[in-house]
């Protein structure tokens, strides 16, 4: 597939690019972002070559609401990376829910999402002071609590019809193991195995969202004009 190809290319530039612009933020979430897209490109494809579809006599309802849930879950992701790579991960200490003992800390969200800072500059530690630190972890956390509702209704309603039964089961439990990792995360101080948990985690709610996807969704069949 040409997409998978231009995907795979461009993902070793962002890995070059990791490396000569000292780990800048955005190429390093734009990394984690292109891994994930390769990942979901592939899983799709694999789904759709193996019969994963509606029927055609099956009318499935949700689509919509898969495909919101996807869109909310990628941000997630993008907002994941943005953390990690800002090193705001624990910006918080080992507060939960709370944040350096408050429940709304002094912040700077405006510093804390400066996309572009020009090339040169080294950013391993990070370079963003405690507060912005602070905006970028306590907007993870807001988005997670947005994303977690979402899949969780997602969840229920593919639960309630017996044929979907197993994909509401699976993703409900993916994403309570993610949620539990991700407070782990804070709680243990960013141990190593437990930030890649969270992060195979996450993969883990895209495929269930895309399998989900794929079984609800008919393949459209394109007829040869008659001769």
Request: hydrophobic share 55%; with cysteine; proline share 4%.
């Amino acid at each position: 597939c040409v997409s998978a190809l231009m995907l795979i290319v461009f993902q070793a530039l962002l890995g070059m690019w990791t490396v000569t612009w000292l780990l800048k933020p955005i190429v390093v979430m734009g990394h984690l972002i292109g891994g994930l897209s390769s990942f979901a490109l592939l899983a799709w494809l694999a789904l759709r070559s193996h019969g994963w579809q509606a029927q055609a006599d099956e009318t499935l309802p949700g689509r919509g609401l898969v495909i919101s849930g996807l869109c909310l879950l990628a941000l997630q992701i993008a907002l994941g990376g943005w953390t990690s790579a800002n090193y705001a991960a624990w910006a918080c200490g080992t507060d939960f829910p709370s944040c350096l003992g408050q429940w709304w800390p002094t912040t700077d969200f405006r510093e804390g999402f400066v996309l572009w800072r020009g090339i040169g500059v080294d950013y391993e530690g990070g370079v963003l002071d405690g507060p912005a630190r602070v905006a970028i972890q306590l907007a993870h956390r807001l988005l997670a609590v947005l994303v977690s509702a979402q899949l969780l209704v997602i969840a229920i309603k593919a639960m309630r019809l017996p044929v979907l039964r197993r994909y509401g089961l699976t993703l409900l439990a993916a994403l309570l193991a993610q949620l539990t990792l991700g407070i782990a995360n804070v709680k243990l101080g960013l141990p190593l195995t437990v930030a890649a948990l969270h992060n195979a985690g996450a993969a883990l709610l895209l495929l269930c969202l895309l399998a989900l996807l794929a079984r609800i969704s008919p393949i459209r069949r394109i007829e040869s004009p008659a001769r």
